[in-house]
């Protein structure tokens, strides 16, 4: 009879529920993926110089086809070097301004995200260090990994 009081009060004792406490909130998908540059990825890339992507041209809010940086506009000072890279065809140097756009400098030109030369600025990469110069040559220096 004891025993059947033991095995009764054992099995009559609810086991403790298990508390889960959350140290940080749920992330959604816009906060986890914010990209600074998004892409359409139905549109064709031009990675490689012998893919070309689609026919129509790039357009603004306003409607009208996007052209390249207008020449008063655009000043190397605002650039900081984002990174360095070495291929086959030589070394080539990303940069960025402070809108957040992206240019690239390969084989002394500088260029745009669209691949258009910037007008009137020209530069080398040497070693972690890139030399900018303008047309009525000033010279602006960037190294990798400078905190300005």
Known sequence: MSLTLILLSVLS????AAQVAVSTPVLTVDQAYAPVNPRDPLVASTVYSDQKG???????KSGAAASAVAKGTFSVYGLTLTGIMED??????????????????KAGRLTDAKKKQVPGI???????????????????QLNLHEKE
């Open 13 to 16: 004792a609810a086991p403790a």
């Open 54 to 60: 689609t026919t129509a041209k790039p357009k603004d």
């Open 88 to 105: 086959s065809s030589g070394r080539q140097a990303l940069l960025k301004d402070a809108s957040g756009a992206v240019y690239t400098l």
């Open 122 to 140: 020209s530069g080398v990469v040497k070693g972690k260090q890139v030399v900018l110069m303008t047309e009525d040559k000033k010279v602006q």
